[in-house]
């Protein structure tokens, strides 16, 4: 079965999270992504996290479905083998500092000269213009800058960063939709163009009204720790076997049937019940009665009534509850890939599934410069070029 971007080439020359993970996405679907590297300072996210006899695991993830190419673009030579690169290909991913392209002569100007058709997308943490747009930058600092890190933690303590690449994340999924966009754009007028991702965006995106309500109210949402200001009860709850469940009840009729089921049947009838917002006011009465109902029983019984009741529940989950859930399975989150250094790899799947033309997981991450002979032949460059570029350092 054809894959559904099979035919497109994207050159990934990003390190770390966002504009690699970007590059994944478009991976998985077929296109054909070719990873470049700086020949002795491989991406950093090669070292991020734990390793197995020396194999960074988060890399077979971050790595999939790419070719691996390196390739000095610092200097004169490795700068004319990307540009024979993008000649061929639809995209080009970067996040170097803004200036840095273009201080190699690899701005967007000569990449267009090249390949008028090549959609650039350019993934920094400020943007490419703007008072902080030189500064250097990762997700972090988005997620301090957006709002989120107010947000998050108890109303008691600090603001709470995410243990893990969130604002990356985000982005990456922003960077592959803009890419989507601008590809269409391509097919329609012939003509490639540049996009500008900023990490501080995406996130801030999802934090919902914020700043509408800001304007118009002076409203500023508090931290609530798990708690909703939009609704409750909403909260995790520690069950009577030392187990914990979240329940949510963004629905009128769901917050009904909760507190039905843990016997306060009685709330349904008070007045502030009638909203998300009211009955986010009087969170300590839901709480304490929905507390005490899940305390008193083991998960397995309390998920069960939930149920039974159509109100939502699920269990908080480190990564072995992830694989062993029987909806994951189902519906086939985690997949086993072979690998050739480590053997059956298990790591998330494709990210979601199409009828017709679905994604899949050709290849684990490559070690570090394992296509490059192959990539570069495919340009031009003969056997005998390529052993002068490795003398010089270059690949």
Same mark, same amino acid.
């Given at each position: 079965?054809?894959?559904?971007? *099979? ?11 966002? @504009? ?57 030579? %490795? ?48 943007? =490419?213009? %703007?008072?902080?747009? @030189? ?7 988005? *997620? ?8 998050? @933690? ?38 490639? =163009? ?23 109210? %002076? ?61 986010? *006011?009087? !969170? ?74 679905? &994604? ?8 570090? &410069? ?6 570069? !032949? ?12 490795? *003398?010089?350092?270059?690949?």
């Amino acid at each position: 079965m054809t894959a559904p971007l *099979e035919g497109l080439r994207v050159l990934d020359v990003s390190t770390l999270f966002a @504009g690699p993970i970007a590059a994944t996405f478009l991976g998985d679907f077929g296109a054909d992504v070719i990873k470049v590297e700086h020949p002795t300072k491989p991406d950093a996210a090669r070292g991020h996290g734990p390793s197995k006899d020396g194999v960074n695991l988060w890399w077979k993830t971050l790595g999939r479905n790419k070719r691996t190419v390196t390739v000095n673009l610092g200097t004169p030579e %490795g700068a004319e083998l990307l540009l024979r690169l993008a000649a061929d290909a639809d995209v080009l991913i970067e996040n170097f500092r803004p200036g840095t392209l273009e201080r190699w002569g690899l701005g967007p100007d000569r990449l267009h000269e090249a390949n008028p058709r090549l959609v650039v997308a350019r993934v920094t943490a400020f943007g =490419q213009t %703007g008072p902080y747009s @030189g500064r250097p930058g990762f997700g972090s600092l988005a *997620e301090a800058m957006s709002g989120f890190a107010a947000l998050t @933690g108890q109303p008691d303590g600090p603001p709470t960063l995410p243990p893990f690449g969130l604002a990356d994340g985000i982005a990456a999924l922003a960077t592959a939709y803009a890419v989507m966009v601008a590809l269409r754009s391509a097919d329609r007028d012939g003509a490639g =163009q540049v996009i500008d991702l900023a990490i501080i965006e995406p996130i801030l995106m999802l934090l919902g009204g914020q700043i509408t309500a800001y304007d118009q109210l %002076g409203v500023l949402q508090p931290r609530s720790g798990n708690r909703s200001v939009n609704n409750a009860p909403r909260n995790v709850y520690k069950t009577g076997d030392g187990e914990w469940v979240a329940v949510s009840t963004s629905s009128q009729s769901i917050a009904e049937r909760v507190v039905r089921l843990v016997g306060r049947a009685d709330l349904v009838a008070e007045p502030w019940f009638a909203s998300g917002h009211t009955r986010a *006011e009087h !969170a300590d009465e839901l709480d304490e009665a929905v507390a005490a109902w899940i305390g008193a029983r083991p998960t397995a019984e309390v998920v069960a009534a939930f149920e039974d009741a159509q109100a939502a529940v699920a269990p908080v989950y480190d990564v072995r509850g992830v694989l062993a859930d029987p909806q994951y399975q189902a519906i086939g989150t985690v997949q086993t890939v072979q690998d050739d250094e480590l053997g059956p790899v298990r790591m998330q799947n494709v990210l979601f599934r199409l009828s017709g033309t679905p &994604g899949a997981i050709r290849w684990p991450g490559r070690r570090h &410069g394992q296509d490059t002979d192959e990539v570069l !032949a495919e340009v031009g460059v003969t056997r005998e070029q390529l052993e002068r570029l490795r *003398e010089k350092g270059i690949v």
